[in-house]
């Protein structure tokens, strides 16, 4: 059991309803339709890439949380170096395979969803402008969800817009968890700035009275969370990323009511499970 919770921390897995709802709005906004089997391999299958993409993060990061994240998995002698890195490819192998083999995804995607998950493990403590790549992993899921529901080669606008509003919501995360004890103001403002994006996205869809108070529950939960942060930034961060459900309920409402009412529902589940696994 031990391990198995080693496993969880590695992969941040009290994420994941935030990147099933990603790939919902993402399905859902193209006219994908029902529930079906298809759709359930894009969530295992983009579940696999984002546990092992936390997964490798510390891999990569073994050597700078031993001198200031001790309590880390690795550094903490929970599991080895060599071990974290075996059980991320594996898990990435595993998402690819099931992404190009069990569903009609585009293959262009995959493999630049695969590259972001690297680029951004590998860059995100040498350049600060990897926060862009983080958000484009999110922003990938989105747009791969819609590829297999959706015939054409360009995807519809809101469907761009919500990707790449997305991108710069979760640029914007990072940048406040990064800096907000930092004397540099300026990226703190400016990832406050970024936060507030998705709701350029949110006005290029069609207007319903549902997608309309979802809207206004995130943005009663961003003031929620941008006070809660100034007094734990672990916890205010793990805020803003539950946010992203209310995100993607609230386009979802766009074109299938119910299924926004249903997508909501991850929102709680996201945040029982920051309670027994850390979101960061």
Not at 137 to 164: D, M, Q
Not at 169 to 189: C, D, H, N, Q
Not at 201 to 210: F, K
Not at 267 to 273: E, G, I, K, N, R
Request: charged letters at 10%; aromatic letters at 10%; a positive charge.
């Amino acid at each position: 059991m031990k391990f198995l919770r080693t496993l969880l921390v590695l992969g941040r897995v009290s994420n994941l309803p935030t990147v099933w709802t990603n790939v919902l709005a993402g399905w859902f906004l193209v006219g994908g339709g029902k529930f079906g089997a298809e759709l359930a391999l894009i969530m295992l299958g983009i579940s696999l890439l984002y546990v092992a993409g936390m997964t490798l993060n510390d891999a990569f990061d073994q050597g700078w949380d031993k001198e200031n994240a001790p309590e880390r998995p690795i550094p903490s002698g929970a599991i080895s170096g060599n071990t974290a890195w075996t059980i991320g490819l594996i898990e990435m192998v595993s998402g690819i395979a099931v992404l190009l083999v069990g569903t009609s995804c585009e293959p262009l995607g995959v493999v630049m969803l695969l590259f972001a998950i690297m680029g951004y493990n590998w860059l995100h403590k040498r350049w600060m402008g990897s926060v862009l790549l983080m958000g484009l992993c999110r922003a990938l899921v989105y747009l791969l969800a819609g590829s297999a529901a959706f015939a054409e080669r360009v995807p519809p606008t809101p469907l761009l817009f919500l990707a790449g509003t997305m991108l710069l919501y979760v640029a914007g995360i990072t940048l406040v968890a990064r800096f907000e004890r930092s004397e540099k103001r300026a990226p703190v403002l400016f990832g406050q700035f970024l936060l507030f994006c998705p709701v350029v996205a949110l006005t290029l869809v069609e207007r319903t009275p549902t997608n309309t108070v979802f809207l206004g529950l995130w943005l009663a939960w961003m003031i929620i969370s941008l006070v809660t942060i100034r007094t734990s930034i672990p916890r205010g961060v793990a805020f803003l990323i539950a946010g992203i459900v209310l995100i993607d309920a609230a386009a979802i409402a766009s074109v299938d009511s119910q299924t926004a009412m249903f997508t909501l529902f991850f929102m709680p589940l996201t945040l029982l499970l920051q309670k027994f696994i850390p979101a960061t």
